[in-house]
């Protein structure tokens, strides 16, 4: 970490609480102690450049995921760069794809309960109990190919492709392609850093609409030829006499699904066996018992701790006095999962990894309430096998000779390592 990135950190504990920029990028990598000092002196906070209220405390967070009538999903102006954005190049870029529809992340119920009913079939226990030994073999393949070498670049050896895959082979998409799907992960990824320049914008527009033209042709075929994918159920579900969706409607539907269905696992993977190297301990309970109650502990700690969907946007329905702030009416609201996570009014010593809490199962990486994460389940089946395979086949997880701790990526919603070298042995 350079001396810079050590500055900005430092003055986040020490600056006047009115001269605080959460939304730094020094600070989006490294939120801990930011945000202790928020649920400490300012649990609802105004950034002064951004005008976003940050709401750090466990409590606080969950009366907002749980309140829709108050705190919406539907944002009535565009709130990202790409959105907002009057460069003409972009708007060109931009032109050649399809318009962004609100629905399941970013609208509210009624409405949001008739697109998640929709997909709710795809993620069901018998759907995902189907997809284990596709998971499990996916597993057993990336191990075989870096296990020789005793080391790896774990994000894109094993972190990436698990969950990739899977997704792609529930997009209907065949494995060719998996390329492509990891160009247009970080496209979305991209737009929702808020981070990028203008020509990163221009090259996350290019990659999001590239994959809009992609799906429509695939959207074609599975409404002449369904089969049994996820995809298929979105484009050809018509229930209790609905239309089926648009192809507007279906392109939103499958970037969420395709982001939320393998980015925030790919960061928690990772994480997870940094999390291991850096808490001996903790892996000693699991090599003495990798049973699968053990990993279940071991995977919700590691969510609590990585909380990879850092951040989600809210906005107020109505002007609101909270904690002494008041909020005005259609203010931007960040509720700050990673923060509610690590609250020690509900997780004594927060920063301590223990995958023996007595209550694991109430952390909020997934968020709460009627936006609870679509493909929850389907990240948990993938993390719990995913653990299990790699404790029987590999052990002795530590850093490679002269690789140093990993970076995490500055994103305003999103929060993950961005690599991790790892040596390990043969189990």
Same mark, same amino acid.
């Given at each position: 970490?350079?001396?810079?990135?050590?500055?900005?950190?430092?003055?986040?504990?020490?600056?006047?609480m009115?001269?605080?920029?959460?939304?730094?990028?020094?600070?989006l990598?490294r939120?801990?102690?930011?945000?202790?000092?928020?649920?400490?002196?300012?649990?609802?906070?105004?950034?002064?450049?951004?005008?976003?209220?940050?709401?750090?405390?466990?409590?606080?967070?969950?009366?907002?995921?749980?309140?829709?009538?108050n705190?919406?999903?539907?944002?009535?102006? @565009? &709130?990202? #760069?790409?959105?907002?954005? *009057? /460069? +003409?190049? =972009?708007?060109?870029?931009?032109?050649?794809?399809? @318009? &962004?529809? #609100?629905?399941m992340?970013? *609208? /509210? +119920?009624? =409405?949001?309960?008739?697109?998640?009913?929709?997909?709710?079939?795809?993620?069901?226990?018998?759907s995902l109990?189907?997809?284990?030994?596709?998971?499990?073999?996916?597993?057993?393949?990336?191990?075989?190919?870096?296990i020789?070498?005793?080391?790896?670049?774990?994000?894109?050896?094993?972190?990436?492709?698990?969950?990739?895959?899977?997704?792609?082979?529930?997009?209907?998409?065949p494995?060719?392609?998996?390329?492509?799907?990891?160009?247009?992960?970080?496209?979305f990824?991209?737009?929702?850093?808020?981070?990028?320049?203008?020509?990163?914008?221009?090259?996350?527009?290019?990659?999001?609409?590239?994959?809009?033209?992609?799906?429509?042709?695939?959207?074609?075929?599975?409404?002449?030829d369904?089969?049994?994918?996820i995809?298929?159920?979105?484009?050809?579900?018509?229930?209790?006499?609905?239309?089926?969706l648009?192809?507007?409607?279906?392109?939103?539907?499958?970037?969420?699904?395709l982001?939320?269905?393998?980015?925030?696992?790919?960061?928690?993977?990772?994480?997870?066996?940094?999390?291991?190297?850096?808490n001996p301990?903790?892996?000693?309970?699991?090599?003495?018992?990798?049973?699968?109650?053990?990993?279940s502990?071991?995977?919700?700690?590691?969510?609590?701790?990585?909380?990879?969907?850092?951040?989600?946007?809210?906005?107020?329905?109505?002007?609101?006095?909270?904690?002494?702030?008041?909020?005005?009416?259609?203010?931007?609201?960040?509720?700050?999962?990673?923060?509610?996570?690590?609250?020690?009014?509900?997780?004594?010593?927060?920063?301590?990894?223990?995958?023996?809490?007595?209550?694991?199962?109430?952390?909020?990486?997934?968020?709460?309430?009627v936006?609870?994460?679509?493909?929850?389940?389907?990240?948990?089946?993938?993390?719990?096998?995913?653990?299990?395979?790699?404790?029987?086949?590999?052990?002795?997880?530590?850093?490679?000779?002269?690789?140093?701790?990993?970076?995490?990526?500055?994103?305003?919603l999103?929060?993950?390592?961005?690599?991790?070298?790892?040596?390990?042995?043969?189990?």
């Amino acid at each position: 970490m350079s001396q810079d990135s050590v500055s900005v950190l430092d003055a986040a504990l020490t600056c006047p609480m009115h001269e605080l920029h959460p939304m730094h990028p020094e600070l989006l990598k490294r939120p801990w102690a930011m945000n202790r000092r928020l649920r400490d002196e300012a649990p609802i906070y105004q950034d002064p450049q951004s005008g976003i209220f940050f709401v750090s405390r466990y409590d606080d967070v969950v009366k907002m995921a749980m309140d829709p009538a108050n705190f919406s999903s539907v944002m009535l102006k @565009p &709130t990202r #760069a790409m959105g907002a954005s *009057q /460069d +003409p190049e =972009l708007v060109a870029i931009l032109k050649e794809g399809y @318009p &962004t529809v #609100a629905t399941m992340l970013t *609208q /509210d +119920p009624p =409405l949001q309960r008739r697109y998640r009913k929709f997909v709710d079939g795809a993620f069901s226990p018998s759907s995902l109990k189907a997809l284990e030994p596709f998971i499990e073999n996916t597993a057993n393949a990336l191990i075989d190919d870096m296990i020789k070498d005793g080391e790896c670049e774990f994000l894109s050896a094993f972190g990436v492709p698990l969950p990739l895959r899977v997704i792609v082979s529930q997009l209907g998409a065949p494995m060719s392609d998996l390329h492509l799907f990891r160009k247009w992960t970080e496209a979305f990824i991209g737009n929702l850093s808020q981070q990028l320049d203008a020509e990163g914008i221009r090259e996350s527009a290019r990659g999001m609409v590239e994959f809009q033209h992609y799906f429509v042709e695939r959207i074609a075929e599975r409404r002449a030829d369904p089969k049994d994918d996820i995809l298929s159920k979105i484009v050809n579900a018509s229930i209790d006499g609905e239309q089926p969706l648009s192809i507007e409607e279906c392109l939103s539907m499958i970037s969420q699904i395709l982001v939320a269905g393998n980015e925030t696992t790919s960061a928690s993977i990772t994480e997870g066996i940094w999390l291991l190297i850096e808490n001996p301990q903790e892996y000693e309970k699991l090599k003495r018992d990798p049973s699968p109650e053990m990993i279940s502990n071991f995977v919700e700690e590691v969510l609590r701790i990585s909380s990879p969907s850092s951040n989600m946007f809210r906005r107020s329905v109505h002007e609101v006095e909270w904690h002494g702030v008041v909020i005005p009416k259609d203010a931007i609201l960040f509720a700050r999962f990673a923060s509610a996570n690590q609250d020690e009014r509900r997780f004594p010593e927060p920063s301590r990894f223990d995958i023996s809490r007595p209550n694991l199962k109430e952390q909020v990486a997934f968020g709460k309430g009627v936006h609870h994460c679509l493909g929850a389940a389907l990240s948990r089946r993938e993390m719990n096998i995913g653990f299990k395979v790699i404790f029987e086949r590999l052990q002795n997880f530590r850093l490679s000779e002269g690789a140093s701790a990993p970076e995490f990526a500055a994103n305003a919603l999103l929060h993950g390592v961005e690599g991790l070298h790892v040596s390990f042995d043969p189990a």
